[in-house]
């Protein structure tokens, strides 16, 4: 079964779902042309802004019972999978209180007569979207753009079929008129139809380099927009006159949120010489805390991975580090617990011949490089293929910001890890992607910038 939801703690299946058959997938595109056309695209701001308030108020209400989802299908800690759902809801909320101010239509000044730019819906657009988050994911995508009045389809990840089924419930609980929002268990062939058919006016995906590759490939050749948000790998610098106790607090908060899979979580740690021993001793003892456990237990501090098959590639990966050069500082295998568990892990001597030295790890597995000076550390951040997010820790701002406008990454966030808040732009350059979700920014991507000239 494609679509088939497994408790990565214990390897239970719990549910799964049949792919959509042709006439079905015809017919849904159908429904949601319609809908664009007769209806979502007709509605006055303020009536896709109730729909998006209304889902919001009731992710707060049954916050429990939509975390409890997220931690049964891919294992997330049950804490963070409830802060998963609050911003879930502050994303449909931000965009339910701010599209139409953003979209409102701008005058320009000209040399005679008026001109303006109107922001105008495209249609159809379909989202690609990963597991890791499986509501925020898909709010940063539908939020905006059903504000903007396109209408969207999602395919989700496949082992979050139930998620994905409780947000199409959820904007149909909202008020979202049929085919407004529709979930789609589709097949990758299907993706590949899905982007091709006219009707469909945009494509987002949020997910690997390789599913971007293909999907923004597809995209490319059928001339239609896309949005690809992807991986990273990145730099968590710590400076000479960092405060220390902050930056091993944040390093570990950076890497393990999620069990470590997040795009923007903090993967390499490049640490100046002058505090790097300091640093490395607390950061080994922080991360020897987290034992394994039932990822519902509100006192478990490491959640297994989303899957099986999620821990035997990260294994490889480490296995492939070693074998090329690197040095296990701590972990490297499984966790002593059954079910999809990695031990934290920290790696050292990682360099330019390692075959793993541009590739991201997806997990709670560190690596740890020791740098000469500041120079030295910008060096290193920038020579990844990747540019998503990054931190810099010091104690002196303006430092911090003359060091974060030299790394080429889509954000840098001062004295924290990355986080991600819905007034703030999102996104990444290299191979992390191209195009923004969230802020201002976010509302723009799938959106007719119409100019209309009076002579
Ligand atoms: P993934 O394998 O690329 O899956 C993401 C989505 O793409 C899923 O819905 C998947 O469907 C689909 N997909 C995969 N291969 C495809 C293909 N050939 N054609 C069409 N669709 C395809 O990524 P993942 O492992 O689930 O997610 C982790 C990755 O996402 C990491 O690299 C992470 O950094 C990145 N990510 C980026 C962001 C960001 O905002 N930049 C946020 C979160 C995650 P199936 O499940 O059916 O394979």
Avoid at 151 to 162: E, R, Y
Avoid at 241 to 254: E, I, P, R, S, T
Avoid at 311 to 330: F, I, S, Y
């Amino acid at each position: 079964m494609a679509y088939q939801s497994t408790n990565p703690y214990d390897g239970k299946i719990l549910a799964s779902f049949d792919e959509c058959d042709g006439a079905t997938l015809e017919q849904k595109i159908a429904a949601a042309d319609v809908c664009f056309k007769q209806v979502w695209s007709r509605k006055p701001f303020a009536e896709r802004a109730d729909v998006l308030s209304r889902a919001a108020a009731i992710l707060r209400e049954r916050t429990d019972e939509f975390a409890r989802l997220v931690t049964l299908e891919m294992g997330k800690l049950i804490a963070q999978s409830r802060a998963e759902v609050e911003l879930t809801a502050a994303v449909l909320d931000y965009y339910a209180e701010h599209g139409e101010n953003f979209l409102a239509p701008e005058k320009l000044p000209t040399r005679s007569g008026e001109a303006l730019v109107e922001s105008s819906p495209i249609g159809v657009l379909f989202g690609v979207e990963p597991w890791n988050f499986p509501y925020y994911q898909v709010a940063r995508f539908a939020a905006p753009n059903l504000m903007a009045g396109n209408v969207v389809m999602v395919k989700h990840a496949s082992n979050v079929p139930q998620c994905a089924l409780a947000y199409e419930r959820l904007m149909q609980e909202a008020g979202a008129p049929s085919g407004a929002y529709t979930n789609l268990f589709i097949s990758k062939d299907q993706v590949a139809q899905v982007i091709d058919d006219p009707r469909v006016r945009g494509v987002a995906l949020t997910g690997s380099e390789a599913a971007g590759a293909i999907v923004a490939g597809r995209a490319g050749h059928n001339l239609k927009k896309s949005t690809m948000e992807l991986g990273g790998s990145d730099a968590f610098i710590v400076l000479d006159d960092a405060n220390l106790d902050d930056a091993v607090k944040y390093a570990v908060a950076g890497r393990m949120r999620n069990s470590g899979q997040a795009c923007t979580a903090s993967k390499r740690f490049i640490v100046v010489e002058a505090v790097a021993d300091a640093f490395l001793t607390a950061f080994t003892t922080a991360l020897g805390e987290f034992k394994a456990g039932d990822p519902l237990d509100e006192a478990t501090k490491l959640a297994p991975l989303s899957s099986t098959a999620a821990l035997e590639k990260l294994l490889d990966q480490v296995q492939r580090a070693v074998d090329g050069g690197a040095l296990t500082l701590m972990g490297g295998g499984r966790a002593d617990h059954p079910g999809a568990f990695m031990q934290p892990t920290v790696l050292s001597g990682i360099d330019r011949r390692n075959p793993t030295y541009n590739e991201e790890f997806f997990g709670p597995v560190a690596l740890f490089f020791r740098v000469r000076d500041e120079a030295a550390a910008i060096a290193l951040a920038n020579d990844s293929p990747f540019g998503l997010g990054g931190s810099v820790f010091t104690r002196d701002i303006e430092r911090g910001k003359r060091v974060a406008s030299q790394i080429e990454t889509g954000m840098v966030f001062i004295n924290r890890p990355a986080m991600s808040s819905p007034e703030l732009p999102f996104g990444g350059i290299k191979r992390s992607g191209y195009g923004r979700e969230l802020s201002a920014a976010g509302i723009q991507e799938f959106v007719n910038k119409k100019l209309i000239r009076v002579a």
